[in-house]
């Protein structure tokens, strides 16, 4: 089957405060935890807004919690 997206082509994200799949990455919001997310400025990936690094990436994350 062509012009469809393969599932198992699919990036998986998972929640950085409750580990759950989010299925809908474009929320601002995790859909199981409700915590609001923070994601890393170059490769769009969630993670704690306390992060000074991106553990995905490596890009440095600017205005972390300190």
């Known amino acids: 089957m062509m012009g ?3 599932k198992a082509d699919r990036e998986h994200f998972y929640c950085p405060y409750c580990d759950e799949e989010m299925m809908e990455t474009d929320l601002p919001f995790c859909q199981a935890c409700k915590v609001t997310m923070f ?7 969630p993670l704690p807004r306390e992060n000074k ?14």
């Open 4 to 6: 469809g997206e393969c």
């Open 39 to 45: 994601y890393c400025p170059k490769c769009r990936k």
């Open 53 to 66: 690094v991106c553990p995905h990436c490596g890009a440095e994350i600017k205005g972390g919690k300190a």
